[in-house]
């Protein structure tokens, strides 16, 4: 497929050929393979008190939040939970859930502190957007866009983050600081359990994920850069798969690209949907206050069902979310 004009191509260099056998490996599982055991990881004791520990430190004396390092502190028995954490989202099923903070007790600059210093032991935290934003607010907001369906009550759709990009974050992250009132179940699903079912039942449209699509960069690219880019839907490197997946961001890149997604294209994402929910191939959780969960962005697709916030602030869904890569520099870029 030619690559078109006035879009990033991304497609230089992704010349592996798609694998033709199923995965075997951890991240290829259904819901009923796995509970909350094999996603959440207890912060224990010793670690509590480390953190504790920390807290009380920063309220003597104090840095900018992004001076804070964790070698600055004694975190042996955390860090071999934020280890644990890590393993099991880049290695394990794809994602972990760190129980939990205890936020009641802490203002919310102490909370962000330590959410800094332990996603600090994860991986490295990097821009959300080229102006450097690296804490993002997950809330309702009233300034509507077509690009942040995320800041609303409505249901989203299965997908990864910052898919239209070049460089995605290894690691998506979300502390919750309070959840709704109703509503707002996450869901998490591998490509990999995806590529497999897809394999059997649905191989032409497997094919076409792994030709290019147009993808809408959600003006969070480069200024002056295209707005959107060029890439495979399904990408294989030799070893991971890398998704680009999503029902939003590829229908609305066509769209500004004056361009029309062909049927097969189409047929493709919708049938990927339709896998997913039919086989059950993804986790149900619903985040707790004080909570981390740690995804794996890259071979995973995220979604959250619909809420409805009530009339406090505890009873409005409020996350602040981090990215985090293993390469580059923090730039938005790397
Ligand atoms: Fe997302």
Known sequence: MPSPQNALDLTIGQQVPR????????????????????????????????????????RQQNLPLYMLKPEQFELTATAKHMKEARLRAYDGIGFSVVDRLPLDEWTLDEATAMQWLLLSLVSQPVAQQADGQIFRDIKETLVRSQYNQGLTQERLTFHTDNSGNRNLPNFSTLMCLHKAEEGGMSEYCTIYSLYNAMLKEAPEQLDRLFQPYYHNRQDIQIPGEPDVSW?????????RLLSRFSLNKIPSGYQRAGAELDNLGRDALETALAVIRQRDLSAKYMLERGQILIFNNREGLHHREGFKNGDTVETQRHLLRVWLRDEGRPFFDG
Do not use: C, M
């Open 231 to 239: 890439a495979p839907a399904i990408g294989y490197d030799g070893e």
């Open 19 to 58: 694998p033709q056998q199923p995965f075997k490996n951890a991240k290829a599982w259904a819901r009923t393979d796995i509970s909350p055991a094999d996603w959440t990881v207890t912060l224990e004791a010793p670690a509590r008190r480390e953190i504790d520990a920390v807290v009380k430190s920063l």
